[in-house]
Protein backbone atom coordinates (compact mmCIF):
# COMPACT_ATOMS: atom_id res chain seq x y z
CA UNK A 1 0.00 0.00 0.00
CA UNK A 2 1.48 2.91 -1.28
CA UNK A 3 0.52 7.03 0.57
CA UNK A 4 0.76 8.52 -2.43
CA UNK A 5 -0.11 6.61 -5.84
CA UNK A 6 1.99 8.13 -8.18
CA UNK A 7 0.31 11.12 -10.73
CA UNK A 8 -1.64 12.07 -7.39
CA UNK A 9 -1.41 15.66 -6.06
CA UNK A 10 1.28 16.63 -8.08
CA UNK A 11 -0.37 20.04 -9.35
CA UNK A 12 -1.15 20.65 -5.76
CA UNK A 13 2.54 20.29 -5.38
CA UNK A 14 4.33 21.92 -8.23
CA UNK A 15 1.12 25.06 -7.61
CA UNK A 16 2.67 25.06 -3.68
CA UNK A 17 6.10 25.13 -4.55
CA UNK A 18 5.61 28.05 -7.38
CA UNK A 19 4.06 29.57 -4.52
CA UNK A 20 7.12 29.52 -1.95
CA UNK A 21 8.79 30.68 -5.00
CA UNK A 22 7.10 33.66 -5.18
CA UNK A 23 7.02 33.96 -1.36
CA UNK A 24 10.52 33.54 -1.32
CA UNK A 25 11.32 36.29 -3.49
CA UNK A 26 8.91 38.96 -1.67
CA UNK A 27 10.88 37.47 1.81
CA UNK A 28 14.63 38.04 0.22
CA UNK A 29 13.10 41.79 -1.16
CA UNK A 30 11.70 42.83 1.28
CA UNK A 31 14.75 42.17 3.86
CA UNK A 32 17.37 43.39 1.28
CA UNK A 33 15.10 46.84 1.31
CA UNK A 34 14.63 46.55 5.16
CA UNK A 35 18.67 46.59 5.52
CA UNK A 36 19.61 49.15 3.27
CA UNK A 37 17.33 51.75 3.75
CA UNK A 38 17.13 54.33 5.87
CA UNK A 39 14.36 54.98 8.76
CA UNK A 40 13.35 57.94 10.21
CA UNK A 41 13.51 56.58 13.97
CA UNK A 42 17.00 54.69 14.65
CA UNK A 43 15.66 51.37 15.83
CA UNK A 44 13.00 51.03 13.45
CA UNK A 45 15.47 49.15 11.03
CA UNK A 46 16.30 46.87 13.76
CA UNK A 47 12.57 46.03 14.54
CA UNK A 48 11.25 45.52 10.62
CA UNK A 49 14.38 43.12 10.22
CA UNK A 50 13.08 41.79 13.47
CA UNK A 51 9.58 41.45 12.23
CA UNK A 52 10.98 39.70 8.80
CA UNK A 53 12.55 37.12 10.53
CA UNK A 54 10.00 36.15 13.31
CA UNK A 55 6.60 36.81 11.37
CA UNK A 56 8.09 35.98 7.66
CA UNK A 57 4.60 35.83 6.15
CA UNK A 58 2.89 39.05 8.14
CA UNK A 59 6.09 40.90 8.75
CA UNK A 60 7.00 41.02 5.02
CA UNK A 61 3.63 42.03 3.61
CA UNK A 62 3.56 44.51 6.80
CA UNK A 63 6.88 45.71 5.39
CA UNK A 64 5.63 46.19 2.02
CA UNK A 65 2.74 48.16 2.18
CA UNK A 66 4.03 50.29 5.44
CA UNK A 67 7.52 51.01 4.92
CA UNK A 68 7.12 53.97 2.33
CA UNK A 69 5.23 55.98 4.81
CA UNK A 70 8.38 55.22 7.51
CA UNK A 71 11.51 55.57 6.02
CA UNK A 72 13.23 59.01 5.07
CA UNK A 73 12.47 61.39 2.24
CA UNK A 74 14.60 60.95 -0.54
CA UNK A 75 16.20 63.49 -2.54
CA UNK A 76 13.81 63.43 -6.09
CA UNK A 77 15.62 64.22 -8.93
CA UNK A 78 14.34 67.46 -10.34
CA UNK A 79 16.48 68.86 -13.09
CA UNK A 80 16.23 72.74 -14.33
CA UNK A 81 17.00 72.51 -17.87
CA UNK A 82 15.88 76.32 -17.83
CA UNK A 83 18.46 78.74 -18.86
CA UNK A 84 18.28 81.65 -16.28
Known amino acids: M ?3 APGE ?7 SFLFCLIYLG ?3 Y ?11 AAHSKFMWVLAIFFAPVIGTFLYLSMAKNIRKDRRNFNPSFSKK
Open 2 to 4: DLI
Open 9 to 15: GLLFWQI
Open 26 to 28: FWT
Open 30 to 40: ALFDALSSEFR
